[in-house]
């Protein structure tokens, strides 16, 4: 059973996010829960949804990635003829970005189809093409630097069809020594318009989540369903 002092501090940093958020795991057991107290965060219920509280943790997530690629763009403008720039830290980023998009992509193939084996990219395509249509027509924003970004077009190409900047991450991943120019700008700038589309689809008709992006924008801060005539493909 929780002590008195315990349950105070909890209450208390209920109110502050992300820390909020990692105390949700002192929730998973019952033991540590005890039976005088339950934070309005914890879910008893298996068979309720946990997707918000889900979606918050990888939006934070989301968000760290981002700003350490903004970081990256006081050394490296973001230009087209920078496009091609590689080097440790864009390595770093997508794979970081990439295993990001795995973990988001295996939620949201539980969530639209939880008998469906889902488990590599072409099983993504597979499923999110049926649930989303259009998810290939999604486009992202940097308004910064004036451009539009459709990260998952290649799935429009027809069935295995992975993106190029995932195939990309693939070859930096297992094949660094031979293709470590594929860790560049280009594709990593790519690859987290891809997450926040993700990202976006697994939050779900709610509210866009908060805060805000810095660099990439998809109709932000309106709705991302109906906000500024923007809609998100497939999205009902």
């Known amino acids: 059973m929780l002590t008195p002092v315990f349950i105070v501090a909890v209450k208390l940093f209920e109110r502050r996010k992300p820390f909020y958020w990692y105390l949700q795991g002192l929730a998973d057991t019952q033991q540590l829960i005890g039976q005088d107290y339950t934070p309005p965060w914890y879910n008893s219920s298996p ?15 989301f968000l760290s990635l981002e700003r350490d690629f903004i970081r990256t763009l006081d050394y490296i403008e973001l230009t087209q003829p920078n496009a091609g720039a590689f080097g440790n830290e864009y390595a770093k980023l997508l794979l970081l970005i990439c295993s990001e998009i795995d973990v988001i992509a295996k939620l949201l193939c ?26 290939d027509t999604v486009k992202v924003e940097v308004p910064r630097y004036k451009r539009i970004i459709k990260p998952w077009q290649d799935w429009g190409s027809g069935p295995d069809s992975p993106p190029a900047w995932w195939s990309a991450h693939n070859k930096v991943k297992h094949q660094r020594d031979s293709y470590f120019k594929f860790a560049n700008q280009e594709n990593v700038l790519t690859s987290l318009c891809g997450l926040l589309a993700l990202e976006l689809y697994l939050h779900g008709s709610q509210s866009v989540p908060e805060p805000y992006p810095q660099l990439l924008d998809c109709g932000f801060p309106d709705n991302v369903v109906s906000g500024r005539k923007r809609t998100l493909p497939g999205l009902t």
């Open 47 to 61: 068979n309720q949804s946990r997707i918000p509280q889900v979606s918050a943790l990888h939006w934070n997530y």
């Open 110 to 135: 539980a969530q639209q189809n939880a008998q469906a084996k889902a488990d590599n990219i072409n099983h993504y395509q597979s499923v999110l093409t049926a649930a989303f249509q259009g998810i």
